[in-house]
T-cell receptor
Framework: DQQVKQNSPSLSVQEGRISILNCDYTNSMFDYFLWYKKYPAEGPTFLISISSIKDKNEDGRFTVFLNKSAKHLSLHIVPSQPGDSAVYFCAASASNFGNEKLTFGTGTRLTIIP | DTGVSQDPRHKITKRGQNVTFRCDPISEHNRLYWYRQTLGQGPEFLTYFQNEAQLEKSRLLSDRFSAERPKGSFSTLEIQRTEQGDSAMYLC????????????FGSGTRLTVV
C-alpha cells in the first residue's frame, strides 16, 4: 500500500509564478516530513522539512505547509525559476517512534516554462 | 569531502550472476542507508546501519541480498543470483544522527539485469 501519495505525476508552471506540489499520507505515526528534489542522473537532494508540531516552515523561496487533520502537505515555490525543473519527492518518517526510515511518494515532475 | 560516493555508476549483468556495489559515506556520518528506486517510483527503503550495526532490514531485502558496513565506514550491498526484477537504481545515503534531518544521497548505481 502506498502510504505517501503524490497524485500529480507532472506539473508545468510559468517562470516567476508560484509552483504548488501536493502530497497526502495515510500513516498516522508519521511525524516528520521532507521534500527532496532530483535531477536526472543524480541522487535526491534534501530541500526542506517540517515536524508534525508545526504547520509551516519556510526557507527562502520554499515553504512547506502541513495539515495534520487532512494528512496533507504541500510545497510552495515562489517565484519559480527554470532551475527548479526537476522531480520532487515527498517523504515521511515516524522518527519519534524510533523508525528512521523514510517512506517516499512517487514524485511529481515540475517543469518551469521560461 | 565530495559527498556520498557510489561505485560503480552503472552495472549490466546476466541473470544469475552476483553483483556487489560499494558506498562511501560522508566521513563523519555515522548512519548509512540503502534505498532502491525503480522507474516511476520513489526510493524504497532497504536497510540502514548505525556505525557497523545493521539496525533495520526491509522485507524487500530477500535472502539474496546482503549488506555490510565493516568498521562503520564504507558499505557494500551484494545481490546473489540476480533476477530481472532486481533491475533498479540502488541509492546510498548517509547522515549524522537522525535521518529525519535530511540524508545526503549518492548518485546511485544503476543495475540492469539481462
Amino acid at each position: 500500500d502506498q502510504q505517501v501519495k503524490q497524485n500529480s505525476p507532472s506539473l508545468s508552471v510559468q517562470e516567476g509564478r508560484i509552483s504548488i506540489l501536493n502530497c497526502d499520507y495515510t500513516n498516522s505515526m508519521f511525524d516528520y516530513f521532507l521534500w527532496y528534489k532530483k535531477y536526472p542522473a543524480e541522487g535526491p537532494t534534501f530541500l526542506i522539512s517540517i515536524s508534525s508540531i508545526k504547520d509551516k516552515n519556510e526557507d527562502g523561496r520554499f515553504t512547506v505547509f502541513l495539515n495534520k487533520s487532512a494528512k496533507h502537505l504541500s510545497l510552495h515555490i515562489v517565484p519559480s525559476q527554470p532551475g527548479d525543473s526537476a522531480v520532487y519527492f515527498c517523504a515521511a518518517s515516524a522518527s519519534n517512534f524510533g523508525n528512521e526510515k523514510l517512506t517516499f511518494g512517487t514524485g511529481t515532475r515540475l517543469t518551469i516554462i521560461p | 569531502d565530495t559527498g556520498v560516493s557510489q561505485d560503480p555508476r552503472h552495472k549490466i549483468t546476466k541473470r544469475g550472476q552476483n553483483v556487489t556495489f560499494r558506498c562511501d559515506p560522508i566521513s563523519e556520518h555515522n548512519r548509512l542507508y540503502w534505498y532502491r528506486q525503480t522507474l516511476g517510483q520513489g526510493p524504497e527503503f532497504l536497510t540502514y546501519f548505525q556505525n557497523e550495526a545493521q539496525l533495520e532490514k526491509s522485507r524487500l531485502l530477500s535472502d539474496r541480498f546482503s549488506a555490510e558496513r565493516p568498521k562503520g565506514s564504507f558499505s557494500t550491498l551484494e545481490i546473489q543470483r540476480t533476477e530481472q526484477g532486481d533491475s533498479a537504481m540502488y541509492l546510498c545515503a548517509s547522515s549524522l544522527g537522525a535521518g529525519s534531518n535530511g540524508y545526503t544521497f549518492g548518485s546511485g548505481t544503476r543495475l540492469t539485469v539481462v
